[in-house]
């Protein structure tokens, strides 16, 4: 069974652009969260979607946002790019992030954004 | 607002020792699972152990085992017998049971180094 697929792997981008990632969950699982990775603030969580509708969200500015298609795949977009949103970003899937059984989250190799 | 506390921020230990890394935590819930997850050079994370809170019996799985004090809203993770393929980035999370709440509160993390 394929794992959580993140892409790209590697992305540069200029300040002021904007860049869509993209993660891929494994087969089966509805919900997707987004984290950020900085030496600086350590894992934050960013926003979860469950079966198309964003459920979770953190303290971000409204230039993060995301989706979730209906295939569960989900892309996470951030404009206007700021020099402190170079991070490693982060995508989790799990069945279902109800307090049950199914609370694993399955985690991506992750996306390095480096914003110059 | 839940948070998790690592106190350390580096160990090293030889070859096939034992270690013992910290994790305390603090929230006003009930009902949460607590987790340790490990992240290699790779980036990739990967889930260690996890443990429910209303249970009682601390978890293990092979050489990994917690000693969950939930009075004390403590959740170490002991490693035996430790390998040079421990050598990581060990993660301790918090999630909430309650709907609407489940997104994972990671403490800043403990680099492990394993010495052969």
């Known amino acids: 069974k394929a794992g959580v697929t993140q892409t790209p792997r590697y992305l540069i981008k200029t300040r002021g652009q904007q860049v869509t990632l993209s993660c891929s969950p494994i087969?089966?699982?509805?919900?997707v969260s987004w984290y950020q990775q900085t030496p600086g603030q350590g894992l934050q969580f960013l926003f979860e979607?469950?079966?198309?509708?964003?459920?979770n969200k953190g303290n971000f500015p409204g230039r993060f946002s995301g989706r979730q298609f209906s295939n569960s795949r989900s892309e996470m977009n951030v404009s206007t790019l700021e020099l402190g949103d170079s991070a490693l970003y982060l995508c989790a899937s799990s069945l279902a992030f109800t307090g049950g059984v199914d609370t694993e989250a399955f985690f991506g190799q992750g996306t390095r954004l480096t914003v110059v | 607002a839940q948070t998790v506390t690592q106190s350390q921020p580096e160990m090293s230990v030889q070859e096939a020792e034992t270690v013992t890394l910290s994790c305390t935590y603090d929230t006003s819930e009930n009902n949460y699972y607590l987790f340790w997850y490990k992240q290699p050079p790779s980036r990739q994370m990967i889930l260690v152990i996890r443990?429910?809170?209303?249970?009682?019996q601390n978890a293990t799985e092979n050489r990994f085992s917690v000693n969950f004090q939930k009075a004390a809203k403590s959740f170490s993770l002991k490693i035996s017998d430790s390998q040079l393929g421990d050598t990581a980035m060990y993660f301790c999370?918090?999630?909430?049971?309650?709907?609407?709440?489940?997104?994972?509160?990671f403490g800043t993390g403990t680099r492990l180094t394993i010495i052969p």
């Open positions: 443990q429910e809170a209303y249970k009682q």
């Open positions: 087969s089966g699982h509805r919900s």
């Open positions: 999370a918090f999630i909430s049971s309650n709907f609407g709440n489940e997104k994972l509160t």
């Open positions: 979607y469950f079966s198309e509708t964003q459920r």
